[in-house]
């Protein structure tokens, strides 16, 4: 298997007419997804080339797989752009992508055009029964390869400016391959579907449904606000399966959506994103005793997670949770500071976490300064030039093994269940009218972003302006007025003293 095609056409042959996708207004059979995934490869192969973005400027729906779908059979790459999204940041992700289609809905026209984007405009609401090219579409995956992109991600950028991850056919096959037969999941299954389709857990849902021949259920974003609604959509839909950010899974749990009401099929529980909370993990473990709890790890640029630990045991809400064993054909190795691997006889000892296999990203699309620091040569093997992921992360072993989570080496940080750089959300606070000068740093313990600025706005006109640069999730969470900050002996900003003075003020 070469193309994650593949995947939905094997399923389609056994399950015709099972239903592949439903969201909260509509719902497609196997059979109506490839077909209308065909139409739209046909249309789109005659607008653009082969191998090229088209961007996607819409909300998670049936729809929007259809589109995604039909991007594949193009033999062009999807990237969902969120319409939520401020102005610029739309702007600045289509700059990167410098692509010549964008598929929308009529009512985004007006947002999408706001932005300055000035090429061609495809309606999602014209692509209803399309005809089909079947020759074209054979054609074009004759002269595919198994390193040809399938979806292009962002994630938050040091200078201000969104990284876009490529990923390829081979690495969603090796992964999706190990995922499924890892965690059981079979085309029995549910997926309920809480991720956005441009946060690369919602690969996981995705195509996992597509190999197995399950069915996904896409829950809308707004249902979280009202976890009732949640919860109904999992247990009128009989959801089997929750691959799901922690923060969403704790959302729930923290507005009693599981006291309404407990949703009687779930058996599957996999969580990513940041560190689950004992305390959040044990009300879910209260209501489902008997299923399976997995903690996955990974970043977006190594195609989802690279290790996982199964939960075998009670956790008490002072422990912390590993991370437990590498993916089957993932390599996941510590470095310390000169580049020397730390093994597996060497516990306690905290370095890099760095990631080797078919699992790795294509790189940062049109970013060639940043794939090199990111994608570099692996330092422990001379005779071949082997690619790692340095992730950014710290991790250590214990005496049994399992790795776990040490915080981060920079300033990256993990803020529902979004990987963001604190320079980026500095970046943007700097720009900001009001303020002259901004710090900002993350309270791990309250999962806050906390911003020491100096300036003279309030934190409601602050809040204003970033809002317009940036997602709600990058917006901080708490704002300090300072008359100046401090700095340290090299001329730097003391970060660590403002974190310090911060914690010392919230006791």
């Known amino acids: 298997m070469k193309n994650v095609l593949e995947y939905l056409e094997e399923s389609t042959l056994k399950h015709p007419d099972k ?28 607008k653009t080339c082969e191998r090229m973005p088209v961007a996607v400027f819409m909300d998670k729906s049936v729809v929007c797989l259809k589109v995604f779908m039909g991007i594949l059979y193009s033999g062009c790459f999807y990237s969902l752009v969120d319409p939520s999204f401020p102005d610029e940041r739309v702007a600045s992700m289509l700059d990167t992508l410098q692509n010549d289609i964008v598929i929308t809905k009529r009512e985004h026209e007006q947002k999408l055009r706001g932005t300055g984007y000035d090429g061609q405009i495809i309606f999602a609401e014209d692509l209803d029964n399309l005809p089909c090219d079947e020759i074209s579409l054979s054609h074009i995956r004759d002269m595919a390869t198994d390193t040809d992109g399938v979806y292009c991600n962002f994630t938050s950028g040091s200078t201000g400016v969104p990284k876009g991850v490529l990923v390829c056919h081979r690495s969603i096959i090796d992964f999706i391959d190990n995922f499924t037969d890892l965690f059981q999941i079979t085309g029995e299954d549910v997926i309920g579907n809480q991720a956005p389709f441009d946060f690369d857990v919602s690969v996981k849902d995705i195509y996992s449904t597509l190999k197995v021949g399950a069915t996904i259920v896409m829950i809308p974003k707004s249902y979280f606000m009202f976890p009732n609604q949640v919860v109904d959509m999992l247990d009128e839909n009989n959801v089997t399966t929750l691959i799901w950010a922690v923060s969403a899974l704790c959302l729930l749990n923290r507005l009693h959506g599981l006291k309404y009401k407990v949703p009687a099929k779930i058996n599957k529980i996999l969580f990513s994103g940041e560190m689950m909370p004992i305390k959040q993990l044990n009300g879910w473990r209260n209501c489902y005793p008997d299923a399976m709890f997995v903690n996955l790890y990974g970043p977006t640029e190594i195609t989802c997670n690279c290790t996982y630990y199964i939960l075998d045991r009670e956790f008490a809400e002072d422990e912390t949770l590993p991370m437990g064993h590498a993916f089957p054909n993932e390599k996941v190795f510590l470095l310390d500071e000169a580049d020397k691997e730390i093994t597996r006889d060497m516990p306690n000892i905290t370095g890099e976490i760095c990631v080797a296999g078919t699992c790795l990203a294509l790189g940062y699309y049109n970013n060639e300064e940043m794939t090199e620091k990111a994608f570099t040569k692996n330092p422990l093997e001379k005779r071949f030039p082997e690619m790692i992921y340095r992730t950014g992360d710290l991790g250590y072993r214990n005496e049994d093994g399992l790795l776990f989570f040490a915080g981060r080496k920079d300033f990256q940080i993990k803020h529902m269940g979004h990987r963001i750089e604190l320079e980026e959300i500095e970046s943007v606070l700097g720009s900001v009218s009001f303020v002259c000068q901004g710090c900002c740093f993350f309270d791990e313990e309250k999962s806050k972003v906390v911003a020491c600025y100096v300036g003279d706005g309030d934190k409601r006109q602050i809040v204003e302006e970033m809002r317009k640069k940036v997602p709600d999730y990058m917006v901080p969470n708490v704002f300090i007025p300072m008359d100046e900050l401090p700095i340290t002996k090299n001329g730097k900003t003391d970060r660590a003293l403002l974190k310090t003075q911060y914690k010392s003020g919230r006791k």
């Not at 239903?19 to 005659?46: M, N």
């Open 19 to 46: 239903q592949a996708a439903r969201d909260d207004k509509e719902s497609c059979t196997y059979k109506e997804l490839v077909s209308a995934a065909k139409g739209i490869g046909t249309l789109l192969a005659g």
